[in-house]
């Protein structure tokens, strides 16, 4: 197809026209145009399309799609940077019959026009949604012809006669021959091609289908379905019966008095409604929604209902799996698998806090807590490097520079309709740490110094914006604070009542962004930057220790201040014993369940482990009582919860507003487990040095894990028989590797398969 440049199809889309025309706004668009080919289908060598939108579109060719994508052009920040997608249709093109190219696009609401945010917010970019394409024909001689929106299109609507993220999708099939609409085409003025960028990370896509486990009759008499795994997706149909029939699904993640638990939802009504067309059997699919359910319930159903009638279908941005393991204990195997889940249903085109209720929206606390393991499962390369871009520009167009507590911020004053209590808010410790502490992850995991570059004036805008913050103590310690979000003791409606002193929490939050920051300057040769960086970090270091660390004690002597004092650097490494056998006690006073939230989750385990208290971490990972990160699994979860206790003991939902059973934050154990119970680590960004180090510890008796990184694939096997401890590692050939026995031994290896005991 030639050497192409972002220059050459930015060049084509400016001459193409952003169409749009006025519908009901419950209704997606159908834009379509039919094109004599110059040529003969033989003698294409070469098609290309360049598309975007305001909204979200579907674009076919010839009837068939042009792409396996869903929800493109995905979300991103769209006041600065909208991207559009390029695909390869050469074959598609060629195949067809006929000489005419038929092209067509379903274009929907989106996150751009969705009504989107906390309930009655309904945070809108704007009120056009629309199509510019530009279809690239390159013939077998050299000739070109382009294919590309303009008002000579056709406009009309379709099937899907109402449409929303949050409340579901309404399909009529007796409308898919020819039975909508006819609108007139006109020209967009709200899409300026000026911040069109090329699509950074693939698109949303269809992965896997779950076939129900179980239909049954609720008490009430509803017809209720569980497929056996709380999923984010969509349920496709295939029914037949008198035309007008209406087939409606509710969705749900739990079950409450064995009737569907959709309290959480809040204002989202995730109910699809489906209308036979009476033609015979009807396929239904809903992709201008998606719900995050384990159950759903079904009613106008034509007939007798089969588990052959319907499936669920599973939708996510295309990132790779990584990451396997195994080990002796089921739960932490279920832990593992809820965590991979998580991800899986919160990684749809932005890293969101949760995929159910009235918000789904990019949390930066989420994902700060979260990357790491984030980056252990799957490929998250470019996908978190598309958000942090994002992140980047939120902060740079913020009046004061604060990076926002979500990317892509919608809920602006000026994209709102009801305000919000919270938008008046300063920078958050934790959430807008985000800035540094994802890239941290991201270059741990992959050693990519080209993007460690571009994500650097992000951290830097953080930095900045903070140090006014700062008291006169050189704390961060004024203002209100997220903090340690979700303690498990804080009451259900005030989950920002945290036992950790907020101040303690923001100051050491800070303290490790200043030190990856000076860590990046130094990785990029600014010499100059990165002085100035390590100054900030030594007069934070030494105001936390004169304010919060005296006799032993860090302030407010929780489990999370000394997780974090401990694992960012703030105490000389004699102090860390006592801090860990503090932190030992605390755990062990509180039976070894969890005490900490958002801030403290990921480093708790961390804090034991490398300070001589594997055991303590052990029991603590181990604990079936509430709060627990195994007490969910106990109730039947097979995803993270947002709350330690979102399902109570006795089967009842949480009382708070706020409870959400698909929400990976508190899941960050996992890469504990991964770099410490498997014991893949790297010893450098990007695995060029891999450090083998499993920590064996009670009630794990056995460990099987691979990793498939940057350099190749790393495996880990490891058995305890008694005192005995035999590990089986293999690392990619040519890669230098410490392997660190239980003993206290270390080994240098170079590639291979290698057997040690201990």
């Known amino acids: 197809m030639g050497t192409t440049t972002v220059a050459d199809d930015l060049a084509l889309l400016r001459d193409a026209t952003f169409i749009t025309a006025d519908a009901d706004r419950g209704a997606a668009l159908v834009l379509r145009t039919t094109t004599r080919l110059d040529q003969p289908r033989s003698e294409v060598s070469s098609a290309v399309v360049l598309s975007t939108g305001l909204g979200i579109y579907e674009l076919s060719l010839d009837g068939a799609p042009a792409s396996e994508d869903l929800f493109a052009p995905g979300w991103t ?15 598609q093109v060629r195949a067809g019959a006929g000489e005419e190219l038929a092209v067509s696009a379903l274009v929907g609401n989106g996150w751009y026009r969705g009504d989107f945010g906390f309930g009655d917010s309904n945070s809108n970019y704007g009120e056009e949604i629309g199509l510019l ?14 294919i590309a929106t303009s008002t000579d299109w056709e406009a009309s609507t379709g099937d899907v006669v109402e449409h929303s993220i949050y409340h579901g999708q309404r399909i009529d099939a007796r409308l898919r021959s020819g039975g909508g609409t006819a609108l007139q085409v006109r020209a ?19 992965h896997e289908v779950i076939a129900p486990q179980k239909i049954w009759t609720s008490p009430s008499g509803k017809t209720l379905i569980d497929f056996g795994q709380n999923l984010v997706g969509w349920i496709r149909v295939r029914a037949g019966g008198p035309a007008g029939t209406e087939i409606v699904l509710r969705h749900a993640e739990v079950l409450e008095n064995d009737e ?38 079904v009613s106008g159903w034509p ?41 899986k249903g919160n990684f749809l085109a932005v890293p969101t806090d949760c995929p159910q209720r009235d918000e789904r929206l990019g949390w930066t606390g989420d994902i700060a807590a979260y990357a790491a393991t984030s980056a252990f499962q799957f490929d998250v390369a470019d996908f978190l490097h598309n958000w942090l871009l994002d992140l980047a520009e939120e902060g740079k167009h913020d009046e004061h520079g604060y990076i926002p507590v979500i990317v892509p911020n919608n809920l602006k004053p000026n994209l709102i309709q009801k305000p919000l209590p919270f938008l008046d808010m300063a920078s958050q410790a934790v959430w807008a740490d985000a800035a540094a502490w994802v890239p941290e992850a991201l270059w741990n995991a992959y050693g ?74 130094r990785e990029l040769g600014l010499d100059e930057d990165a002085a100035r960086w390590e100054a900030l970090a030594q007069r934070l270091r030494a105001a936390f220790r004169e304010h919060y660390v005296a006799d032993q004690r860090v302030t407010s002597d929780c489990a999370t201040v ?82 330690w206790d979102s399902m109570l003991p006795d089967g009842s939902i949480n009382p708070g507003e706020m409870t959400s059973f698909n929400h990976y934050a508190l899941g960050a154990v996992a890469d504990w487990i991964y770099q410490v119970v498997a014991g893949i680590r790297p010893a450098e960004p ?57 003993d206290g031994t270390t080994h240098e290896v170079t590639g291979g398969t290698h057997t040690f005991t201990a």
């Open 77 to 91: 920040s769209y006041e600065w940077r909208l991207q559009y997608q390029r695909y390869d249709v050469t074959e």
């Open 133 to 146: 394409a530009a279809i690239q024909i390159t013939y077998a001689d050299g000739a070109t012809q382009v």
């Open 188 to 206: 967009g003025s709200e899409l300026d091609t000026d911040r069109l960028t090329p699509q950074v990370a693939e698109g949303v896509r269809r």
């Open 260 to 297: 569907l638990g959709v309290r959480p939802l809040r204002a989202a009504r995730a109910t699809d409604t489906f209308v036979l067309s009476g033609t015979g059997v009807d396929t239904f699919e809903p992709t201008f929604t998606f719900h995050g359910f384990r159950y759903a319930e």
């Open 303 to 343: 007939g007798e209902l089969s588990a052959e009638d319907l499936e669920a279908v599973v939708v996510h941005s295309a990132i790779r799996p990584t990451f396997d393991f195994e080990c002796s204990e089921p739960m932490v195997n279920q832990l593992v698998h809820n965590s991979v889940w998580g991800q």
């Open 448 to 521: 990519d110094r080209e993007r460690l570059a571009a994500h650097y004036p992000g951290m830097v805008g953080h930095v900045e914006s903070v140090i006014p913050l700062l008291s006169e103590t050189g704390l961060w310690d004024q203002g209100f604070q997220l903090a340690d979000w979700l303690d498990p003791d804080a009451p259900p409606d005030d989950p920002a009542a945290a036992k950790a002193d907020t101040g303690v929490v923001a100051t050491a939050s800070f303290y490790r962004s200043v030190m990856f920051t000076a860590r990046t300057a």
């Open 562 to 643: 000394y997780a974090l004092a401990i694992c960012f650097g703030l105490l000389e490494e004699e102090e860390n014993a006592w801090a860990a056998d503090r932190l030992a006690e605390l755990v062990a006073e509180r039976d070894y369940r969890v005490t900490t939230g958002f801030a403290g989750t990921p480093f708790v385990t961390w804090a034991l482990s490398e300070h001589g208290h594997a055991d303590v971490a052990y029991k603590l990972l181990l604990e079936r009582g509430c709060p627990s990160w195994l007490y969910p699994i106990t109730m039947g979860a097979t995803t993270i919860w947002e709350r």
């Open 686 to 742: 990007g695995y060029r040095r891999i450090r083998i180090q499993p920590v064996p510890g009670e009630g794990i008796d056995w460990v099987r894990a691979g990793y498939d990184s940057r350099v190749g694939r790393i495996e880990t096997s490891w058995r305890t028989d008694g005192d005995a401890f035999t590990l089986e590692i293999t690392t990619p050939e040519g890669v230098p590797a410490d392997v660190v026995l239980p």
